[in-house]
Every structure is written in C-alpha cells, then in structure tokens.
C-alpha cells in the first residue's frame, strides 16, 4: 500500500472526508507541496503531524478545499440568471428557496443575493451557503474583500452593497443579513430538498467522475420540478436526463 492510500484511509477515519473521490495527481500535487513545506518527506509523516495539530488540520483542510472565487464570475452567466431564470423561477413560486454550495470565502451567495434583490427586497431573501471548509466560512460572515475580487461587479452594484474601507470592500449588513453559512461536505452530508435554485461552481472539476455522477443525483433530487441548477463555465453536464435535468440555457439545468 502506498503512503498515500494510507494517507486516504487515515484521513477518511479522522474527519470522514473521502479523498479517493478527488482526482488524485491535482490532490497529491498540491498537498505534496504542503507537506514539503512543514518539513516532512512523505505522506505518513504529514499525518502524523496533521493528526495531533488543529492548526495543522484546518491549513490541510484549506489546501484541499479549492478556494478561488470571485464576485459575478463569468459576467454574462449572471445577467442570464438575472434576466430570464430568476423570472421564470418567481412565475412558479414567490418564494425561493436558494442554496450556494461549495461557496468558498462567500463572494457566490453574497453575488446571489445582489441579483435576487433586484426581483424581491432583500429582507425577504435568505440563502443557504455550505462549504467544506470552516476557515473560509469565518472569512465570508466577515465579508471583507480585496478589489481584485469586485473586477466584474458593475460599479452601481458595487456602490450600492459595498462600503469601501482602505484598499478593501466591506459588503453591507442587509446583503450579509440574508446569506446563512454553515459546514457541509457535498460527499457525505444530506442535501435537503425543496430548492428552486442551487448554484455550485467551478469546483466539480476537481472530482472524479464518479464523485460529480454522485453529486449531480444529489443535487437533482434537491431540485423542486422547474429548479434550476447552476454550474461553472468549464462544467457543462453532457448527458443531464440521466439526471432528471434539460439544459435551459448554458450552464443552467432545469429539473424536469
């Protein structure tokens, strides 16, 4: 057995998280790099450390949790959602039942909201945001964030929901009001159901196959008929009917 399957059985007893179900040459190269850099020389060794350190094992959580997120990634996919599946969603149900999952530091939901209040007040809006991740969920309740990740915010929205303090911007307390953070691991946790949109982006890309074949059923059974499911621009479902879904637009699937 390698040290590095060790590793994965050993990680899996500890904290449930399954590693196996991530695509092992992008996970191995990134904790390689970390484990080099806290002075061990393989795998057995770095969860030893890991093991009997917290500090340790929210950095090792950190690094295999893919946090890069920006407010209103892919521009032209929010204007879709903001011009004609929000409106299709508010024809079906007045209330909306919304869930960012894999939501990183909070710049998605936080996004989310933005839209969805230009369709209905923003005391009426609540959305679920999850990530695996309990460090970057401290991050996103903060809200505080560097320009670079406001670059395609259009300024009336950036000054309309920000505040600008120093180099950085400080979303406003009514956005932060109607986003709920708490810890979910899409590999293991249940989804709920009932929801009239989920988004969840750019992060399939680091599952095997058979872990995004999981998540997608997991998701399509969350869906309300008529909900729709939002995906990053380089995850495009090839075959949504076997999950109950048709494509509504790109990037956006409609649960049948």
């Given amino acids: 057995m390698s040290d590095y399957t060790q590793f994965i059985a050993s990680v899996k007893q500890k904290t449930g998280i399954d590693l196996s179900l991530y695509k092992e040459a992008q996970m191995k190269r990134r904790l390689t790099s970390?484990?080099?850099?806290?002075?061990?020389?393989?795998?057995t060794e770095?969860?030893?450390?890991?093991?009997?350190?917290?500090s340790?094992?929210?950095?090792?959580?950190?690094?295999?949790t893919i946090n890069v997120s920006e407010f209103y990634r892919n521009f032209q996919r929010w204007e879709i959602l903001d011009q004609k599946i929000i409106p299709q969603l508010l024809r079906q149900s007045k209330k909306l039942k919304c869930w960012s999952a894999a939501c990183s530091t909070g710049e998605e939901p936080y996004s989310m909201a933005m839209v969805l209040a230009n369709h209905i007040p923003l005391r009426e809006?609540?959305?679920?945001?999850?990530?695996?991740?309990?460090?970057?969920?401290?991050?996103?309740?903060?809200?505080?964030?560097?320009?670079?990740?406001?670059?395609?915010?259009?300024?009336?929205?950036?000054?309309?929901?920000f505040t600008q303090e120093g180099?950085?911007?400080?979303?406003?307390?009514?956005?932060?009001?109607?986003?709920l953070f708490k810890q979910h691991n899409l590999l293991e946790d249940s989804y709920?159901?009932?929801?009239?949109?989920?988004?969840?982006?750019?992060?399939?890309?680091?599952?095997?196959?058979?872990?995004?074949?999981?998540?997608?059923?997991?998701?399509?059974?969350a869906l309300e008929p008529g909900g729709i499911l939002f995906v990053g621009s380089t995850e495009q479902i090839f075959s949504p009917e076997k999950y109950g879904l048709v494509s509504e637009d790109t990037f956006f699937y409609k649960k049948i």
């Avoid at 970390?34 to 795998?43: D, Q």
């Avoid at 770095?46 to 917290?54: E, K, Q, T, V």
């Avoid at 180099?167 to 986003?179: C, E, G, L, N, Y």
């Fill in 56 to 64: 340790r094992m929210d950095e090792f959580l950190d690094r295999m």
């Fill in 125 to 161: 809006i609540t959305i679920s945001a999850t990530d695996l991740d309990a460090g970057v969920l401290e991050k996103a309740k903060v809200g505080l964030y560097p320009e670079r990740s406001l670059k395609e915010v259009p300024p009336p929205i950036k000054q309309k929901y």
């Fill in 167 to 179: 180099q950085f911007f400080q979303v406003k307390d009514d956005v932060k009001r109607s986003v």
């Fill in 46 to 54: 770095y969860f030893g450390l890991i093991r009997n350190d917290s």
């Fill in 192 to 221: 709920g159901g009932g929801f009239n949109l989920i988004v969840c982006r750019n992060v399939m890309i680091y599952f095997t196959e058979e872990a995004k074949h999981q998540i997608y059923t997991n998701f399509a059974n």
């Fill in 34 to 43: 970390l484990y080099e850099k806290r002075g061990c020389k393989n795998f």
